[in-house]
């Protein structure tokens, strides 16, 4: 007697399902329009402009880029505690070798982005070969970054002379395009390269099966080492372009700098995992996720509130983030598991 096939699931269970779904894919995105909209009515003549729009994309574009660069190592399951570190030592770096090394710009910044290129490679052979848990590792090379950091600068400033920088090297930030400032579509163009080879392109599969199972991954032929590396190779090249737009903004070596940028990044990236592509990193995600942290830090901010009140609103973002993160991973895995059982498992006639 052959076995019938599964029952067909009711209408009302069909519509739970497309409703859960909308909800986790686009509610963070829901959640940024109404805020948007909620400070746009209580402070109609300062935050629904174009100069206060111009100004949060440029405040908020390098913790953009750091954000994104946190996610292709998130997608194997890793975590770069490093990319604070190496955003400062980047910073530094650069303003060392265009201020008082005397190098041309072009080619700094070119050294500048390989050599987080570098780095990243190091963070992910040490990861890897050393079999060290990526939050020690990570932390750890970043603290030689940060020892690196102080180094060069021997714990001062560097300061450009009284001609300043060169102007084709500060217009990296400050010059505009089609009216917004141009590090916006830095970001926009990041957002869409990591899409694709996140989505579109067997190496983004091959992350996202290391992310969910190693193991299984090596099983399939995947190099897991290879692929990790290479994502930690990614994460790198873009936390030493942000070094360099970082110096760009800034226009003087601060050595302290980059942990400032550390909490932001990661709440933007984790935080991303909960909607678009709820349970895993996405590029669309963490853009919408930093979208919704650039409009409540403006709004907060214009609304008058204290200087503390900046890290509280990152920290207790990150904690959210972290819980909605491992909600939708848990739901992610009982949906499949249901949908395998009924499979499995036909009701009998």
Same mark, same amino acid.
């Given at each position: 007697?052959?076995?019938?096939?599964?029952?067909?699931?009711?209408?009302?269970?069909?519509?739970?399902?497309?409703?859960?779904?909308?909800?986790?894919? /686009?509610?963070?995105?829901?959640?940024?329009?109404?805020?948007?909209?909620?400070?746009?009515?209580?402070?109609?003549?300062?935050?629904?402009?174009?100069?206060?729009?111009?100004?949060?994309?440029?405040?908020?574009?390098?913790?953009?880029?750091?954000?994104?660069?946190?996610?292709?190592?998130?997608?194997?399951?890793?975590?770069?505690?490093?990319?604070?570190?190496?955003?400062?030592?980047?910073?530094?770096?650069?303003?060392?070798?265009?201020?008082?090394?005397?190098?041309?710009?072009?080619?700094?910044?070119?050294?500048?982005?390989?050599?987080?290129?570098?780095?990243?490679?190091?963070?992910?052979?040490?990861?890897?070969?050393?079999?060290?848990?990526?939050?020690?590792?990570?932390?750890?090379?970043?603290?030689?970054?940060?020892?690196?950091?102080?180094?060069?600068?021997?714990?001062?400033?560097?300061?450009?002379?009284?001609?300043?920088?060169?102007?084709?090297?500060?217009?990296?930030?400050?010059?505009?395009?089609?009216?917004?400032?141009?590090?916006?579509? /830095?970001?926009?163009?990041?957002?869409?390269?990591?899409?694709?080879?996140?989505?579109?392109?067997?190496?983004?599969?091959?992350? /996202?099966?290391?992310?969910?199972?190693?193991?299984?991954?090596?099983?399939?032929?995947?190099?897991?080492?290879?692929?990790?590396?290479?994502?930690?190779?990614?994460?790198?090249?873009?936390?030493?372009?942000?070094?360099?737009?970082?110096?760009?903004?800034?226009?003087?070596?601060?050595?302290?700098?980059?942990?400032?940028?550390?909490?932001?990044?990661?709440?933007?990236?984790?935080?991303?995992?909960?909607?678009?592509?709820?349970?895993?990193?996405?590029?669309?995600?963490?853009?919408?996720?930093?979208?919704?942290?650039?409009?409540?830090?403006?709004?907060?901010?214009?609304?008058?509130?204290?200087?503390?009140?900046?890290?509280?609103?990152?920290?207790?973002?990150?904690?959210?983030?972290?819980?909605?993160?491992? /909600?939708?991973?848990?739901?992610?895995?009982?949906?499949?598991?249901?949908?395998?059982?009924?499979?499995?498992?036909?009701?009998?006639?």
């Amino acid at each position: 007697m052959t076995p019938s096939p599964p029952p067909a699931p009711s209408l009302r269970s069909l519509l739970d399902h497309r409703f859960g779904h909308l909800i986790g894919a /686009y509610g963070l995105l829901a959640l940024t329009a109404l805020l948007f909209l909620a400070f746009s009515i209580a402070l109609p003549d300062t935050f629904p402009t174009l100069d206060n729009i111009s100004a949060v994309l440029s405040n908020q574009s390098i913790p953009a880029l750091l954000a994104l660069g946190a996610t292709i190592p998130i997608a194997t399951g890793k975590f770069d505690l490093s990319i604070g570190y190496g955003l400062g030592l980047a910073h530094v770096t650069t303003m060392r070798l265009v201020v008082t090394e005397g190098w041309p710009w072009p080619l700094a910044c070119l050294v500048v982005v390989l050599g987080g290129a570098l780095v990243g490679a190091v963070n992910g052979a040490v990861v890897e070969f050393a079999r060290i848990d990526s939050f020690i590792a990570t932390l750890g090379t970043g603290s030689i970054m940060y020892a690196f950091t102080g180094w060069i600068t021997d714990g001062a400033r560097i300061v450009p002379g009284p001609h300043g920088l060169p102007v084709a090297f500060t217009d990296l930030y400050d010059s505009r395009f089609l009216g917004l400032p141009v590090s916006a579509f /830095y970001v926009l163009a990041l957002t869409a390269v990591l899409w694709l080879l996140l989505e579109r392109l067997p190496l983004g599969r091959y992350l /996202y099966v290391i992310g969910s199972n190693s193991r299984a991954a090596e099983l399939v032929g995947i190099p897991s080492r290879r692929y990790v590396i290479h994502a930690f190779v990614g994460s790198g090249l873009v936390v030493g372009a942000a070094g360099v737009l970082l110096a760009a903004q800034q226009q003087i070596g601060n050595p302290s700098v980059g942990m400032d940028h550390l909490l932001p990044a990661f709440v933007g990236a984790l935080l991303g995992s909960t909607t678009i592509r709820p349970g895993r990193a996405n590029a669309l995600g963490t853009l919408v996720a930093v979208t919704l942290l650039a409009i409540g830090l403006a709004g907060i901010g214009q609304l008058g509130a204290r200087f503390w009140v900046t890290p509280l609103f990152n920290g207790t973002t990150l904690l959210i983030a972290v819980g909605l993160a491992g /909600y939708a991973a848990r739901r992610q895995l009982r949906r499949r598991r249901t949908d395998s059982s009924r499979t499995r498992h036909p009701a009998p006639r």
